[in-house]
């Protein structure tokens, strides 16, 4: 990589002992693609992506320094010797492409619970997790002594298995050493708790461990908080003292910078929309106290930005977790030029949604992250017989289709029945929360033009229009249902909608976001599927100075958005906007001037007045009639993704196309 786009970004900086070849940094994140405690050839894959992606240093997903901290079973346990093998194993990879790689050993404490492991929750002070709600064990000087020697083993195991270092981590992100250093945490009269002096103290016992075990020929880091965003937490100047301190020790090489606790987790890995670098002002204030090389973190998505960061002496090194997970050749692109391809990280936290789910990391456009032993953009296979191939609809299914199949070889025809690109993820960016999403659909355009592919907007394929394509990618998404039923009522959906349903104010939130009809000064909004849709539509109507009822038969509104963990901050902004949140409620009719609205468990109702514009999320309906036409004649082979196979989410559709013009 020649850097010349980029000198500081691209330039090399001494760390510890040893020299990082550029300023970035792939900062450490789950993965769940842990077996057994242990990492695996998946892991091999994902992190050798992103050190030949151009990452100078990589610390690995945080791992269990001690039994008492394991939220899920696919947590790595740092301190079992059977890791060191699988160190050698990643350390080979990654060092083959100049990249440093560091462990992270770590201990939750109170922000976890007992369910996985079957042993009390660990914490300095018996104050329980807001998320996890679990009292833990205040404990005692032996157990500080178990913490410590379990840090002291990872770094033995570390040096064993051929690292380059390691960060020691809890500091941060309100986990068990934050609990110590901070008074809204520790409630200790001890030695470990009351001065700051004392709550340091098992600090530097680990940190002396460390460096015990690893010498000075690895690196050793460590892993702060620069705010802890909540009251009674510590803040900038507090923090800027504390990394001081450790610094005077002489036992760090390096010193990486974050935020946030569990208190408000949107400090941690904020969703889409937050300030881009909205962590580096507190960042410069701990540097400034600093001589050690600073890691800088916070929703830096973007190399020009990077760049002024570093320039404004913010960081030493950027930063980057979910955009390497989003691109992991940022880098390189970044050095060769071509920064204007890089895949943008959009703030959607897809990747924490996989991981709620216990699925291994994942990312909304990028299907490769986390399967990169089953898919390499990089380096598809090119067909052996390029043929000619139809995509119907230019959505993220049909554009992510027709770019793959372009590249294989394959002469590409793309038919959108609208005059735009994009499908349905064009209209979130009518809801100001959602509109940096818009570049899922922008990037895949912008790759459609770099290759040779006949775009026929405006046309609505049939087929007759179909005659003579080898095959046809069906990709026509799916449209908004409105029967007004929910779930509940399954046998409710094969008869007659709900009262009132087909009233001309009533609108899918499909049609609503597609037509953009005037929505009068109270608009209900009936939500029964509880994911991002109710949100923006809710959004969108409050935004249009509407009065917003959202009824919902769920116990919260938008309760998927707990995957994301910016439920709080989506439910915020909605209160703001003047939304009135019903839960627990159902539709009973709907008249033309207002609606009843019937509480599922009183069976309660309730009239609301002057009722302007209803509109439902209650399902969608996949648009497959086309499919169905050709694929029962003697046509063109025939394929269906996407919203048309099933109405889903971004990724699933982005991930068809893509498998689906690897078929071919």
């Known amino acids: 990589m020649t850097g010349a786009a980029y000198p500081l970004l691209g330039s090399p900086m001494k760390l510890g002992p040893k020299i990082a070849r550029n300023r970035i940094w792939m900062t450490a994140h789950a993965t769940l693609l842990v077996k057994d405690h242990l990492f695996t050839d998946s892991h091999v894959a994902y992190y050798t992506a992103r050190a030949k992606g151009g990452a100078a240093v990589i610390t690995m997903e945080a791992m269990a320094a001690h039994p008492t901290t394991q939220p899920y079973k696919g947590k790595a346990f740092a301190f079992d010797p059977r890791m060191a093998a699988e160190y050698r194993k990643l350390a080979d990879a990654v060092h083959e492409h100049g990249t440093l790689l560091l462990s992270q050993p770590w201990h939750r404490g ?94 530097i016992e680990i940190l002396h461990a460390t460096r015990a075990e690893v010498g000075d020929g690895m690196i050793v880091g460590m892993r702060l908080n620069s705010d802890d965003g909540h009251e009674g937490g510590l803040g900038p100047d507090e923090w800027a003292d504390i990394a001081a301190r450790f610094e005077a020790t002489g036992l760090v090489d390096y010193i990486s910078l974050s935020h946030g ?73 970044a050095m060769n030029g071509e920064a204007k391809r890089i895949r943008p990280c959009v703030g959607a936290n897809w990747c924490m949604s996989t991981i709620f789910a216990q699925a291994p990391i994942g990312c909304i456009h990028n299907p490769a992250a986390g399967q990169e032993l089953e898919f390499d953009e990089d380096a598809l296979e090119p067909s052996e017989s390029p043929r000619r191939i139809a995509v119907v609809g230019g959505g993220p299914a049909g554009l992510r289709a027709a770019w793959t199949a372009a590249r294989r070889g394959h002469a590409v025809t793309l038919f959108e029945a609208r005059n735009q690109l994009g499908g349905q993820v064009r209209w979130w960016e009518k809801a100001d929360s959602r509109k940096e999403l818009v570049a899922i659909v ?25 005659a003579g394509f080898d095959a046809v990618i069906v990709a026509t998404g799916s449209s908004g249902q409105k029967h007004g039923w929910t779930m509940l009522r399954p046998e409710k959906w094969a008869g007659p909608p709900l009262p009132g349903a087909g009233l001309p104010h009533v609108y899918s939130y499909t049609e609503l976001l597609e037509a953009e009809p005037a929505v009068g000064k109270h608009a209900l909004l009936f939500d029964t599927m509880g994911g991002r849709q109710g949100a923006v539509t809710a959004e969108y109507l409050a935004r249009q100075g509407a009065k917003v009822t959202f009824v919902t038969q769920l116990g919260q509104p938008s309760p998927d958005l707990a995957s994301s ?33 019937r509480n599922l468990y009183t069976g309660k109702t309730e009239t609301l007045d002057d009722v302007e514009t209803v509109v439902m999320v209650v399902g969608s309906d996949a648009q497959d009639a086309l499919y169905h036409e050709i694929s029962t004649t003697d046509g063109p082979e025939c394929h269906l993704i996407g919203d048309a196979m099933s109405p889903r989410r971004v990724n699933d559709a982005i991930r068809e196309g893509e498998l689906a013009a690897r078929r071919l």
Request: aromatic share 6%; with cysteine.
């Open 110 to 203: 109170r922000q976890t619970n007992s369910v996985t492991n079957g042993l009390p929750v660990w914490a300095p002070s018996a104050i329980p997790c807001g998320v996890y709600r679990e009292m833990p064990h205040v404990m005692t000087g032996k157990d500080i002594a178990e913490i410590v020697e379990g840090y002291r083993q990872s770094a033995r195991i570390s040096r064993e298995g051929g690292l380059d270092g390691v960060e020691v981590h809890g500091m941060s992100h309100g986990y068990l050493l934050n609990q110590f250093l901070s008074p809204a945490t520790n409630h200790r009269n001890d030695n470990y708790g009351g001065s700051l002096e004392d709550r340091m103290r098992i600090v």
């Open 261 to 333: 606790t569990y208190i408000n987790r949107m400090h941690i890995y904020p969703t889409s929309p937050e300030e881009h670098g909205f962590q580096l002002d507190a960042t410069a204030r701990v540097k400034s106290a600093l001589s050690l090389p600073v890691v800088g973190v916070g929703r830096i998505v973007d190399p020009d930005e990077a760049e002024g960061y570093l320039a404004d002496g913010k960081c030493d090194f950027i930063g980057m977790a979910r955009a390497l997970i989003s691109d992991p050749r940022w880098g390189k692109k």
């Open 442 to 466: 922008d990037w895949l355009i912008d790759r459609i033009a770099e290759e040779d592919i006949d775009v026929r907007l405006g046309k609505a394929a049939g087929p007759e229009h179909l």
């Open 565 to 597: 963990r910016d439920w709080g901050k989506v439910h915020g902004m909605l209160l703001l906007l003047g939304v009135d949140f019903r839960v627990d409620s159902e539709l009973s009719e709907i008249t033309e001037t207002g609606a009843t609205v």
